[in-house]
């Protein structure tokens, strides 16, 4: 059974930064491609960044040079660091897999529809 689950969740001040976690269980890890997302409230579920098997990064515009994605396959885990120089970073974070074959190769465009896995989500709130 294929499980994702999510820690590191919780409140940081503006300036500061988090470093979100995701432990997978239950496939062969170094196959899948990882990513982030979040939702802010009031707002639709956007991608954050991915990370294939090599160690390839994509991230979205406009956290480019404040988060970070890194994957440790020995753990089957990946993470998020968070570095907020704004609230504009209170959302909750979830962690989601796609199959990407051997190598774990990214396709796509980070759209949710494109990831078969998700963890539970997990709430980060930067205060100003």
């Known amino acids: 059974q294929v499980q994702l689950v999510e820690s590191g969740g919780g409140s940081v001040q503006a300036g500061g930064s988090l470093r979100l976690s995701c432990s997978a269980s239950?496939?062969?890890?170094?196959?899948?491609?990882l990513a982030w997302f979040r939702q802010a409230p009031g707002k639709a579920r956007e991608g954050v960044a991915s990370i294939d098997g090599d160690g390839s990064t994509n991230y979205v515009h406009s956290v480019k040079g404040r988060f970070t994605i890194s994957r440790d396959n020995a753990k089957s885990t990946h993470y998020l660091q968070i570095s907020s120089r704004k609230p504009d970073g209170t959302a909750v974070y979830y962690c989601a897999d796609s199959w990407g074959g051997p190598g774990g190769s990214c396709f796509g465009d980070l759209q949710d529809y494109e990831y078969n896995y998700w963890g539970q989500g997990t709430q980060v709130t930067v205060s100003s």
């Open positions: 239950g496939y062969t890890y170094t196959d899948y491609c």
